[in-house]
Nanobody, 120 residues
C-alpha cells in the first residue's frame, strides 16, 4: 500500500512560481507512474502532468512549457513557473501502483490535495 503526502501549495502572484512535492511511503517499489492532477471549484479533476519510471513525461496543453514534473525514488515534484490565475486549483499527487501478488492489477494512490491560488 502506497501513501502520499503533499506539500508546497500556497498563494502566489501571476507570473510567480511554486514547487509542489509529494512524498510516498509504504510499498514505494510498486509505483509505476507518478502524476499530478488538479481540480478547480465546480470543475472535474484533470491530469496536469505525468512521468513514468523510464523518465518519459507528458503535460496537458495548458501547462506545457511552464510546468515540469520530476521524480526521485519516493518523491515526486511539480515545478510550476509563470503561473496564471487559471492555474488556481487543488492539486493532487497521484501514483499508479501495482497490487501485491497474487491479486495483481494496479491501483491509484492519491495525496490529500494542496491548494494553489494564483492571484494579485
Amino acid at each position: 500500500q502506497v501513501q502520499l503526502v503533499e506539500s508546497g501549495g500556497g498563494l502566489v502572484q501571476p507570473g510567480g512560481s511554486l514547487r509542489l512535492s509529494c512524498v510516498a511511503s509504504g510499498s514505494i517499489s510498486s509505483i509505476i507512474t507518478w502524476a499530478w492532477y488538479r481540480q478547480a471549484p465546480g470543475k472535474q479533476r484533470d491530469l496536469v502532468a505525468a512521468i513514468t519510471n523510464d523518465g518519459s513525461t507528458s503535460y496537458s496543453d495548458s501547462v506545457k512549457g511552464r510546468f515540469t514534473i520530476s521524480t526521485d525514488n519516493a518523491k515526486n515534484t511539480l515545478q510550476m513557473n509563470s503561473l496564471e490565475p487559471e492555474d488556481t486549483a487543488v492539486y493532487y499527487c497521484n501514483a499508479k501502483s501495482k497490487r501485491p501478488w497474487p491479486r495483481g492489477g494496479v491501483y491509484d494512490a492519491w495525496g490529500q490535495g494542496t491548494q494553489v491560488t494564483v492571484s494579485s
